[in-house]
């Protein structure tokens, strides 16, 4: 168990086997907050545990800037534009948008 730096809170760093074990074992009816770093965790799988709140911080920050470099460095390394077929259409964009 680590002490969040600011704000004073505990944070597990456990996969969900051991959050199971441990809750189990401890008969805990609710859980502290835990850090997902395990990506085939579920939503569901957190909430059986009695996860209440998920946060991915600047994960998906990071994918989209892991999509422009690989796009990035396909037209660089390769002169391609295979990258194209996955980007958002325009219409889909506008209605993020509103526009």
Do not use: H, I, N
């Amino acid at each position: 168990m680590l002490q969040g730096l600011k704000t004073g809170q505990q944070v597990f760093y456990l996969s969900l086997v051991q959050l199971l074990r441990r809750k189990r074992k401890a008969g805990c009816r609710t859980c502290p907050r835990m850090s997902a770093a395990d990506p085939a965790l579920t939503v569901a799988e957190m909430e059986a545990v009695g996860v209440k709140r998920l946060s991915v911080g600047g994960a998906l920050s990071r994918l989209a800037l892991a999509a422009f470099m690989k796009g990035v460095r396909e037209m660089k390394e390769q002169g391609g534009f295979t990258w194209v077929r996955d980007a958002m259409p325009t219409a889909d964009l506008k209605a993020v948008f509103g526009a």
